[in-house]
């Protein structure tokens, strides 16, 4: 029997107590945007760091301004092969609105379908622990059958990715020398569907900005003013409305430059996925793609850059009803970018709209979040091809090269502070509901993802 068939068998033999561990860090509550559930991130970083410590890889947790990080290295005598830094996050999202779960988010259940499958239902099953834990499960079992790594091995992980990262660039930054390994390894992306493994090849970029807009200097009766007094929340309504035009486009003068069409053959190649808009559209209960309406829906997902509005509120909202003209109206507001579109021209763009409808006895007032560009990786690596072999190894099916409509912006700080590229490969499913109630991860996922890593450890120490 191969090295790597015995690691594969060993990994299979661990699977119940690989599936425990991942259950005993679920229930630890570190929601890393909520002050309250600062301690249980300390935890989780805590519990990494003894577990990677104990697997044999030494590990420790690293203050920041924020949450923690936990940073260990494991470079051994017969490795080969590139310098891997694996990343993940081990803070999640919270858990509101609470009345949706069918239990408890943070006491992990598992479900069986009446056909036999079964799924791991928690916050943080598959964004990011159960993900995460798949790398963490997979070096475990080479050590314990080889005593070894295959390849020279370094881990980061970090507690605040949920929350716009504020801690990770200084962090990057200050310890530069020790991070600039030869390729990032990150477990935090989705497979095509249940039976198609991917590699993430493109990711968007992200620019998020909150408004507040502040009108008359206190709330108003709105039969006494009515009528004269302008309603910040209507105002702030139109700026809104203005945004997008009936095509569907962004209308943010500049908005589109630096936005590139995908090249022919990776449109083939994505014709290829027979991506069913009216499945996708289905398992959230709508018909129509709601986009530009010249793109495909895949298009609209992966290739296309949005706007949109993540919240949106101001008067009285409670129960019964208040005749108010409020004095302040809010607004969180996001755009994914693709391609080299510049997440600062962007802001800047949206500012200066945001102002030019902004009435001259109006404050308004901005508050960034998050800048990050669009990602496109080298369709030619040969780190690409490494990884799509271990992976065709252990899902008998070709690895699909896939877009991602979300965003990981410690990729590009990887490429910009460190120089490193990224291999992209998880194994989520769309339908996982990552940030929304009841998420889940399947089991497969777990198993298969422990076993899809085993396999790429072992591609890349090829060399
Ligand atoms: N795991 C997600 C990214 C992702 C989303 C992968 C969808 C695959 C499919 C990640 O944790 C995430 O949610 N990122 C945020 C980043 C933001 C907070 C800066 C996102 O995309 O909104
Ligand atoms: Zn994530």
């Known amino acids: 029997m191969s090295q790597v068939d015995k690691v594969l068998e060993r990994a299979d033999r661990n699977f119940e107590a690989s599936l425990k561990r991942l259950f005993e860090l679920i229930r630890i509550k570190s929601i890393s945007t909520d002050p309250d559930y600062k301690d249980d991130c300390r935890t989780a970083a805590n519990w990494m760091a003894k577990e ?3 697997i044999g890889i030494p590990s ?18 017969n490795t080969s092969g590139p310098h ?15 009345d949706l779960w069918h239990a408890d988010p943070f006491d992990p259940q598992i479900v069986e379908r009446e056909d036999g499958s079964k799924m791991i239902v928690a916050r943080g099953a598959n964004d990011d622990k159960g993900q995460l834990m798949t790398i963490v499960e997979a070096a475990r079992a080479w050590i314990e059958e080889t005593g070894d790594l295959p390849l020279p091995f370094s881990v980061m992980l970090e507690g605040e990715e949920e929350s716009g990262s504020p801690s990770l660039e200084p962090f990057l930054d200050e310890n530069k020398e020790e991070l600039s390994v030869d390729l990032a390894l990150v477990c935090d992306t989705s497979m095509w569907d249940k039976t198609t493994p991917a590699i993430s090849v493109m990711l968007r970029g992200l620019v998020g900005e909150e408004i507040t807009l502040r009108g008359p200097d206190k709330d108003l009766h709105s039969g ?17 409305a203005g945004l997008r035009d009936e095509t569907g486009r962004v209308t ?16 083939k190649m994505w014709e290829n996925l027979k991506f069913s808009e009216e499945e996708f559209l289905g398992g959230i209960g709508l018909k129509t793609a709601g986009g530009e309406k010249d793109r495909t829906t895949l298009e609209q997902v992966w290739t296309r850059p949005t706007c949109d509005v993540n919240g949106l509120w101001g008067g009285y909202t409670g129960e019964g009803f208040k005749t108010v003209i409020p004095s ?21 763009s949206f500012h200066d709209y945001l102002k030019s409808k902004t009435p001259e006895d109006f404050e308004l007032v901005l508050h960034p979040h998050g800048g990050d560009r669009a990602l496109r990786m080298d369709f030619d ?12 190894d252990e899902w008998g099916k070709e690895a699909a090269l896939v877009g991602c409509g979300g965003s990981i912006p410690i990729v590009g700080s990887f490429k910009r502070i460190l120089n490193m590229d990224s291999l992209l490969i998880g194994f989520g499913l769309d339908e996982d509901q990552i940030h929304s109630p009841n998420e889940k991860y399947e089991l497969n996922s777990y198993y298969r993802g422990i076993r899809s890593w085993i396999r790429v450890f072992h591609e890349l120490s090829k060399g």
């Open 381 to 392: 690596s040969p780190v690409l091809l490494k990884g799509q072999k271990a992976l065709q």
């Open 60 to 77: 420790e947790v690293r203050d920041t301004t924020g949450h923690p990080m936990v940073v260990g290295h494991r470079t051994g005598e």
């Open 84 to 98: 891997v830094l694996f990343y993940g996050h081990y803070d999640v999202q919270p858990v509101d609105p609470i």
């Open 328 to 348: 302040e109206a809010h607004a969180k507001v996001s755009f994914r970018l693709v391609g080299d579109q510049d997440p600062e021209k962007v802001r800047q």
């Open 252 to 267: 943010l003068p500049g908005f589109y430059e630096g936005v590139v069409e995908t090249p022919d053959t990776v449109k």
């Open 52 to 54: 990677l410590s104990e």
């Open 224 to 240: 006494m003013y009515g009528g004269a007094a302008r309603n910040p929340l209507h105002v702030l309504s139109d700026m809104i």
